[in-house]
């Protein structure tokens, strides 16, 4: 029975206080949040072993770049462009198509085709080679300390480095990192299809390089939501 106080409620409360209404409500809260404050994302390959593995999902940081930049270490989540293209892929199913979408909207499914998930090595302006005498990647002359890196290219300074023939396939002839660009790389090294993967060769040209855009940054990711025995903050 609809009592007086129902019957004088302003008609736009009454709208608000029905299921159908809070159930919008909350999709568009959480709609908002997942677009412009925190997503989860599926790791879709191998590259980032073993900091992630196939499968995890991330919580990414939508926020962290509005007033700073990437740094050398941080994970970073982005859309690729035509350049980091698979050849040969088959196009989009309707089925896969919607899994993808429900992949990006709540993070549990498969995300955005070309979604890649990589560590960021050098910055706009920075210049990035490799290797020094013991093999580590040199940012601005500097090596860095990479703990995270597994299945490294093999290097052996005087038997296979970058000054014999052959040469290690860890090693890039040195590059200065574009505007609006950042040299990633993946921590299963010589299992990453990452920004050098097609420069590592004594031979490869200056248009060898591929970057992660300043436009096509999603965010930072910062930890591992799922699956629960996984959990743990990155970096």
């Not at 505007?179 to 040209?205: I, K, M, N, T």
Request: proline share 7%; with cysteine.
């Amino acid at each position: 029975m609809t009592t007086d106080a129902g019957k004088h409620r302003p008609r736009w409360r009454r709208i608000l206080g029905s299921f159908w209404a809070q159930l919008l409500l909350a999709f568009l809260v959480a709609g908002l949040l997942l677009t412009f404050v925190a997503k989860p994302y599926e790791v879709p390959s191998g590259s980032m072993l073993q900091t992630l593995q196939v499968g995890d999902r991330i919580l990414v940081n939508r926020l962290a770049y509005l007033a700073t930049e990437p740094t050398t270490g941080d994970i970073v989540v982005f859309d690729a462009d035509r350049t980091w293209e698979v050849s040969g892929a088959t196009p989009a199913e309707p089925i896969r198509t919607a899994l993808r979408w429900i992949g990006e909207v709540t993070g549990f499914g498969p995300s955005g085709p070309h979604t890649l998930v990589k560590r960021v090595i050098g910055s706009p302006g920075q210049s990035v080679a490799c290797c020094d005498d013991a093999g580590k990647v040199l940012v601005d002359g500097v090596p860095i300390d990479e703990p995270y890196v597994s299945d490294d290219f093999p290097f052996e300074a005087g038997v296979l480095d970058c000054g014999t023939t052959p040469r290690s396939s860890r090693c890039f002839d040195e590059v200065v990192v574009p505007a609006e660009a950042y040299l990633v790389l993946g921590d299963d090294r010589s299992g990453s299809r990452d920004s050098a993967a097609s420069c590592r060769s004594p031979v490869a040209g200056a248009d060898c390089w591929r970057w992660a855009s300043d436009t096509g940054l999603v965010g930072k990711a910062v930890a591992i939501i799922w699956p629960i025995p996984r959990w743990a903050a990155l970096g």
